[in-house]
Every structure is written in C-alpha cells, then in structure tokens.
C-alpha cells in the first residue's frame, strides 16, 4: 500500500512554545489529508481536512488558530500546533486520500507530543 | 447520522481461536467500510475494507461480513494469533464527498497462548 511518513515522531515542548509536525504522502499525490487527535485508549478524532492549494476545513470545536495546517503541495501537509499547553498533548496522526472517489484512506505513523 | 457503533470494547481470544468485532452504522449513504489495525505508540493500518455490493470479503485470516439490510457490518479474525493483539477500528466514509472516515470506538483484542 502506499505509505505515509509523519515526523517528528514524537517531540516535547515547553508550555507557550510552536510545534510544526509533517506528513508526507511518499509514493503518491494526496490531493486531500486528513488530521486526527487520538488520546489514550479512544477512537480516532477528526480535527481537520486538509486539501492542497486550499484552506484547511477545520471540524466543529477544533480552534483554527490554534491548529494551523497548511498543505502547500501535493505531498506535503504541515500541523502547527501555536502556544501549546499542556492539554494539547496527544497522538496526532495524519492520513491522506490515494486517488479520487476512494474511500480509502492511508495513515502516518502518527506524532505523539508533550508539552510540560 | 454519523455515528458508527462498535462492540465489544475489549475482546479475549485463545490461540487459534475466532476473534468477532461488531459494527453497525445509521448513515445509509455511506458506501465504503474499512477496518484498522493499530498497535500502540503506531498510527492505524488498513486491513481490509468491504462496499455495499458484496456481502462477504475475505483476505487471508481476515473476513469481513457485511448486511445492508439490518446496516451492520463484521470482522471475523480466524486462527487468531497473539500477533494480532491490537486495537482494531471500523469506519465508514462516503466516497462521493470528501471522504472523511467515521470510525468506532475501538475493540482492544488479546489473544492468549
């Protein structure tokens, strides 16, 4: 299948600091990725979609200014998480769509963060 | 609408045995079910996916069962393996929009020698 890397992989930031984490589609064009938000033994939480050349669509209660994502080429979807605090810390996991009209979808390897 | 229900939440299996997680959805206009594979620390793998036009797919160890009419849908893990402990995920998208996964709320399977 195709594959999708995600870096850091895991990262530890002070409280008020930026964190940037990458997702990258490496054998394919994602035209559309997706963010996902996952704490310790929950689902997968949909943060936001992101499609090339576009603004990203952010899910109801996820705060856009706070997330920022920026999908600036056809592999290539960056999350900034802005003046992170502690309850930001999480996995966060990307995904990103292999062609039109699929459903199907491949996932990153995910970026676990801290922030102390 | 969106909701896509999963049970058990936790599942035990002995080696060799058969490992049953349940789905049912409630949105009629979703067209593609995938399940997942994830192991902890690891982001979700896809394990094999079923449409709406078939009522059984098999890859393998894995079987998915699928009935349109009662909108439920099943993953059937056959000569379970201690290898495949790990949280399993089904989801649901429509493909004709933008194809934002729904998924369950996970079953954590242990499978014992």
């Known amino acids: 299948g195709a594959v999708v890397s995600q870096h850091p992989s895991w990262v530890i930031c002070k409280s008020g600091t930026s964190v940037k984490i990458e997702c990258r589609s490496l054998?394919?064009?994602?035209?559309?990725m997706f963010w996902y938000r996952q704490f310790p033994k929950q689902s997968l939480m949909l943060m936001a979609t992101?499609?090339?050349?576009?603004?990203?669509?952010?899910e109801q209660g996820v705060e856009k200014d706070k997330f920022l994502i920026n999908h600036a080429s056809l592999t290539l979807s960056t999350l900034t998480v802005t003046s992170a605090h502690p309850e930001d810390s999480s996995f966060y996991i990307c995904?990103?769509?292999?062609?039109?009209?699929?459903?199907?979808?491949?996932f990153g390897e995910g970026s676990r963060l801290t922030v102390l | 609408q969106q909701q896509v229900k999963q049970s058990p939440q936790s599942l035990i299996v002995q080696k060799g045995g058969i490992s049953i997680i349940n789905c049912a959805y409630e949105?009629?206009?979703?067209?593609?079910f995938p399940w997942y594979q994830q192991f902890p620390g690891k982001g979700p793998a896809l394990l094999i996916a079923?449409?709406?036009?078939?009522s059984e797919k098999k890859e393998g160890r894995f079987t998915i069962s699928f009935n349109k009419s009662a909108k439920q849908f099943s993953l059937h893990i056959m000569d379970s393996q201690p290898g495949d402990s790990a949280t399993y995920f089904c989801?649901?998208?429509?493909?004709?929009?933008?194809?934002?996964?729904?998924f369950g709320t996970g079953t954590r399977l242990q499978v014992t020698l």
């Open positions: 949105n009629t206009a979703f067209d593609y």
């Open positions: 054998d394919f064009q994602a035209t559309t």
């Open positions: 995904s990103a769509k292999a062609g039109q009209n699929t459903g199907e979808l491949f």
């Open positions: 989801a649901a998208t429509n493909t004709g929009t933008a194809s934002k996964l729904t």
């Open positions: 992101s499609n090339e050349g576009s603004k990203a669509t952010y």
């Open positions: 079923i449409r709406p036009d078939v």
